[in-house]
């Protein structure tokens, strides 16, 4: 680690010179606590008696070797303020803790394990031209040893194959896994950490970590995980008032605590900033993964996310920095944000006056298709331009449209139960809706439990409701949506998102009818969709598709071999001179492929 690039808010390895180290002499702890008047490091291995440290670098830090310090013992810094006081703080740069509600780090070695993903990392790209399909996992909640155990999860290594056949089969190539970061409480969802270089000892070690993803590779599978990088958990032995000042924090309360009633990251601060990038690198560095999704960017734009407290204009500089340091040590990781304000250009790259990531999740997408799909089939005419907006504004960033975890909790509703109607009405509304979001131009994200059409709401205390499957109708959905995202992968016309020629509303004018028309382009074949979202059969539908072309039908949502009303391999369309012509059920979708004669 370069002191001087620490200090600047310029390093991104502070990892390997804090933490506990493990060498052939012992265990080496080094921590930062600039305004503690001394520190000490307790464990299993001094019967939890003070083993006092050595200040260094002016007394700003602090080291120590401790022969008999081994792997798996738990410790903690004693860190002793101003005025002689202590408290005992977890490692702000430990590589494991304890499982909660223990509060302990643990030494963990991250060296030693052999990837063999180097073919994977060599061929592996942004995916800016190709498929993104991504499967938005919960580990402790995708499936359970046993609900009623609180801490009845499988471990990265006993889900790790199962999770892999799944995801290949039904046609997701990239996992997102929600943030790994130790946190006390499982109702955070990982969002309020307390460990940010401990992969949360829930599920296993550091090395089943890197395990699991060495796996995801070797079948051809990307994985990202989701990085908080604007606050932390309150917890006074975490990173809290670490060295009995607010070292991590913003000195005023008034913009040190935010919405979630976490502390806010002072971006201002060269040593924060070579923590919470470290953080990042660590992860894409040390665990292979493909990249991180980035949590709540919005509140690090504008002062606690608010728009007229004005820009934080440090945190921005820190934003472009971080991602230009990220992207330059990691060219093909993908560095996507969770950003909920309009602020312009954050998928620009910095050189251009951009932010730097690769994509931004398009909240607005999200919002104003669940919404129409909510309203009832009457008001559908007058919402009909809901679902044309968003290509209004799509080409100003990389988009990707998420159908996330946010959207199945808190009283919102799963897709699925979002639909308008009763139960038997909302599943081929659910199925065009599906295909609707495949046909928009945007990488996908679809959160566990949607691909069956789940109708409980997600709870982080239990599994997935797998027995839903011996129902036809959720059975049928989830092969459904499986077709559905191979037809996703194989067609080129469907990756091309951010290129404005590959993407034309063939219809957005049958208003009253509720009928639009999407086409994607490729040299190889166009993609055409026809969707009703009307409740009522649309007779003799005519769409334009040019001279010389023929259409054959990849995909009909109506079909019977999905709970549907049109009986397999009948549905009924035709070309006449430069038109195709159906009929269209209601709620439904028709996926056809466009080659010239």
Known sequence: MDIRNFYNGDEFAAYEYFGAHLSDKGTVFRTYAPNASAAAVIGDFS?????????????????????????????????????GNFIDHCDPYGFGMEVRPGTCSVIRSIEGFEFTDGEWLRERSDCRDKALNIYEVHLGSWKRRSDEDENGWYGYLEIADELI?????????????????????????????????????????PKDLMEFVNKCHERGIGVIVDFVPVHFAVDHYALTEYDGTKLYEYPSDDIGYNEWGSRN??????EVRSFIQSAADYWLSVYHFDGLRMDAIRNMIYWNGDERRGENKNAIKFIKSMNCGLKARHSTAIIAAEDSSSYPNVTAPVFAGGLGFDYKWDLGWMHDTLEYFQSAPMYRSRDYHKLTFSMLY???????????????????????????GQYEVKFPQARALYMYMIMHSGKKLNFMGSEFAQLREWDEKRQQDWDMLKYPMHDSFREYIKKL?????????????????NFEWADCNSIERCVYAVRRKASEGDILAVFN?????????????????????????????????????????????????????????????????
């Open 394 to 420: 799509f080409f100003n960033e990389k988009f990707i449209l998420p159908l996330s975890h946010d959207e199945v909790v808190h009283g919102k509703a799963t897709v699925a139960q979002k639909m308008n």
């Open 533 to 597: 979202f009307s409740d009522w059969c649309q007779f003799d539908y005519s769409v334009n598709i040019g001279e010389g072309y023929t259409a054959d039908l990849l995909l009909d949502s109506d079909d019977q071999l999905y709970s549907g009303r049109t009986p397999d391999g009948q549905t009924r369309f035709s070309c006449e001179k430069e038109k195709l012509i159906m009929e269209i059920p209601p709620f439904s979708g028709r996926m056809f492929l466009l080659t010239k004669k």
């Open 265 to 270: 990251f002072n971006h201002s601060k060269g």
């Open 485 to 501: 995202n191979h037809i996703y992968l194989k067609y080129n016309a469907l990756h091309y998102d951010y290129d404005p020629t």
């Open 47 to 83: 019967g939890w008696e003070d083993i006092p440290m050595k200040p260094v670098c002016d007394g700003r830090m602090y080291e120590i070797t401790v022969p008999e310090a081994k792997e798996g013992m738990r410790y903690k810094y004693r860190i002793y303020d101003s005025n």
């Open 165 to 205: 056949d799944y995801v290949c089969e039904f046609g997701y190539n990239y996992i997102e896994l929600m943030p790994l970061s130790e946190h006390p409480c499982d109702e955070s969802w990982g969002y309020q950490c307390t460990g940010f270089f401990a992969p949360t000892s829930r599920y296993g070690t």
